[in-house]
DNA sequence: CGCGAGATTGATGGTAATCAACGAACGTGG
DNA sequence: CCACGTTCGTTGATTACCATCAATCTCGCG
């Protein structure tokens, strides 16, 4: 591992309070992996054996059932993903895989549920981490059961634009159809919902998607800090 | 409160495992409140200054947005709720009121903060706890996004049925339309959905449902215990 | 240049929300 | 005890939203 991924995951919430030893030992334990793209790194299903960190890439979390699939979320670096299962030791909920070629830390999961007892700065850090988790998660519910597909669109845009610096340039990390797919909608739906938003200021060139009049778009997003901010 | 209140708290798992000084601090730091029916007992947006456990009663958890509600989750004795806007100090996410004459413990939030750095059988309680409720949540996503209101609603039934000891009889301990608002749908379609589900073995007696043909509901239903299952 | 994957567009059907009316159940007050 | 009113649930009609199927288009790449 380079020393600057090394400390780019010290600096992470989840590890930032640890002792330095506990941190050792969980890195110590874990295993770098390199992965092309499009690979599948867990499956749902099977026990949680590790937790992951995507040092590098980019990797999608999905879910299957009643015959169709869906995304969940999207995981940049520095992210970590599945610890509510590591820490429960029960099975994976969501399914992994690579979007790009990506580099994953994996941690045993054994490890991990140690240093929870050992160290209390890191069980804080979990604490805190889940919390954040469960938020996150609640909040993805109300997303989907109070809005429809253009306003999930139109909120999307908005917190992805300032993500991105708030510079009204939106540059789609990922296929259309990962995001249609996030926003809990078909492609051809994502597509029309595109179409709709031409009449509040957002231009698609390719990959790349321009906010021409955020006030526009705000007012038929209705952000709602209790919905789409990350805090 | 009465002793055997105070025994149901305590077996918990949030609290079973603490120490007798934490628990003891915890309950007497908090205030037992009864109230009617119909009472909102937290709003979302308000900062989250107690833990709240339902002793007795049935409250409803809710949440608003673009201009709709919907329900989250019901919480049945002996059931804790917000613990992780409490962890992290944050504002609640969503709304509570009572469904019933209710009875419920008010633990002030710096208090569990507090007994969380000082009891580590807690702390890996809550821990315990708040990955519970993530991946509770996570599946609730996938309920909403990858099933149809009837199948969101075959799967409550068998689920709600199990809970009541499997009698193939299921007593609805609220309004239906707090139902199709948990389930994401409106009263209407909710009926509609009942009707429906008449051809699979299910037969409406008012707050009563008689389930005459299990197997059969569980085809339609495709129960999944990655979306399903309390565990 | 031609291929293929992804994206778009169009046509259609299904699922769900909305609006409106009606009916059943319950509680209250006469 | 009954009449009334309110609330909840159901049913019907209509509209909006979304999924599906099919065809075409775009663009990167061999």
Chains 1, 2 share one sequence.
């Not at 299903?45 to 059932?65: I, K, N």
């Not at 070629?101 to 981490?129: C, H, N, W, Y």
Request: glycine residues 6%; without cysteine; hydrophobic residues 45%.
């Amino acid at each position: 591992m380079r020393p600057e991924d090394a400390a780019a995951i010290r600096d992470l919430p989840l590890f930032s309070d640890a002792q330095e030893e506990t941190f050792g030992d969980l890195v110590r334990a874990g295993f770098l992996q390199r992965f092309p793209p499009g690979v599948v790194l867990i499956n749902e299903r099977d026990p949680a054996d590790f937790l992951h960190v995507v040092v590098e890439g980019l990797v999608e979390m999905f879910a299957t059932g009643s015959g169709r699939d869906t995304t969940i979320s999207i995981v940049r670096p520095v992210g970590t993903f599945i610890l509510a299962a590591v820490l429960n030791d029960q099975v994976y909920l969501q399914s992994a895989r690579t979007l790009e070629k990506s580099q994953v830390l994996m941690i045993p999961a054994e490890r991990v549920r140690v240093a929870l007892g050992t160290d209390p700065a890191f069980a804080r850090a979990v604490v805190t981490e889940l919390a954040r988790g469960y938020r996150r998660a609640i909040k993805e519910v109300k997303n989907q059961k109070l809005r429809t597909g253009a306003e999930r669109l139109s909120n999307w845009l908005l917190k992805e634009d300032v993500a991105q610096g708030a510079s009204g340039v939106v540059n789609l990390g990922f296929e259309k159809r990962v995001l249609s797919s996030l926003l809990g909608m078909t492609p051809e739906n994502l597509s029309r919902a595109f179409s709709t938003l031409r009449e509040h200021g957002v231009t698609i060139h390719g990959a790349q998607m321009r906010l021409t009049d955020r006030q526009a778009l705000a007012r038929l997003a209705q952000p709602d800090p209790l919905i789409d901010s990350d805090e």
